[in-house]
Structures are given as C-alpha cells and as structure tokens.
C-alpha cells in the first residue's frame, strides 16, 4: 500500500504512512478497512444514497478499547473522526467534541463536558 490520503482535523488533506496503518490494524479485535477492501463499501454507505463520501479508513470496533485505540490513532496523526456508536458513555469520555444529529440535523454540538450538563438532550436523544 502507498500512503494513505486522509484529512486532518481543518479539512486538510494529509498522508498517513502505511505502517501506522498496519499497526492500526494489528491493534484492533475488529477489522479496519480502506477503499478496495472486501466490506468498506458497505461499511460507509449510510441512509441517505445521495450522500457518498469514502473516509480514509472504516473501523468495525468489537469494543470499547477498539474505539479508545482508534481516537488515540486519530489524536496522533491529526486524523479527523467521525465515531457512529451508541455506547455515549464510553464515547463521551474519549471524544472532545459531539455533535447528535436526528435524521441529518444537528440537535447538540458541542464538547462532552456540557453535554452530560443536557439531562433533557441525554434523554431524549440518547436514551439515558
């Protein structure tokens, strides 16, 4: 594999050593995918068909500790992320920002220390 081409957290294009990305791989209980892998298109299709980007890399995290290595992979090499869990919790605790989004629109954005201080948007957003 060449180097990887991905984007920083500005929306700069940045280029990711395939060795890092062969850690990555080596690191996760999941699996790790890239454009041309058997599943990564399935794996980045969402709900709205008119809607297609293809992110640099797509983790199928098992756990928690897949997603906490691979947010520590995204803080180290600048990477910007897009985590799409429903564990809030554990996400909360690694992320620096959230942002909610309900069919496409943003309900809450901002960091993970003032949305634990949104009871009424932790209940009927995420349920808890």
Same mark, same amino acid.
């Given at each position: 594999m060449t180097t990887?081409?991905?984007?920083?957290?500005?929306?700069?294009?940045?280029?990711?050593?395939?060795?890092?990305?062969?850690?990555?791989?080596?690191? @996760?209980?999941?699996?790790?995918?890239?454009?041309?892998?058997?599943?990564?298109?399935?794996?980045?299709?969402?709900?709205? #068909?008119?809607?297609?980007?293809?992110? #640099?890399?797509?983790?199928?995290?098992?756990?928690?500790?897949?997603?906490?290595?691979?947010?520590?992979?995204?803080?180290?090499?600048?990477?910007?992320?897009?985590?799409?869990?429903?564990?809030?919790?554990?996400?909360?605790?690694?992320?620096?920002?959230?942002?909610?989004?309900?069919?496409?629109?943003?309900?809450?954005?901002?960091?993970?220390?003032?949305? @634990?201080?949104?009871?009424?948007?932790?209940?009927?957003?995420?349920?808890?």
């Amino acid at each position: 594999m060449t180097t990887l081409a991905a984007l920083d957290r500005d929306g700069a294009r940045l280029e990711i050593d395939p060795k890092h990305v062969d850690g990555l791989r080596a690191a @996760l209980r999941g699996s790790l995918l890239v454009a041309g892998d058997p599943g990564y298109d399935e794996s980045r299709s969402i709900w709205n #068909a008119m809607i297609d980007r293809r992110p #640099a890399l797509v983790a199928r995290c098992v756990g928690v500790s897949d997603i906490i290595t691979c947010v520590n992979f995204a803080r180290q090499h600048g990477i910007a992320t897009v985590i799409v869990d429903k564990n809030h919790a554990a996400i909360g605790r690694i992320a620096n920002r959230v942002v909610i989004l309900v069919k496409g629109r943003v309900v809450f954005e901002g960091e993970s220390a003032a949305l @634990l201080a949104e009871p009424d948007v932790l209940h009927r957003h995420l349920g808890v």
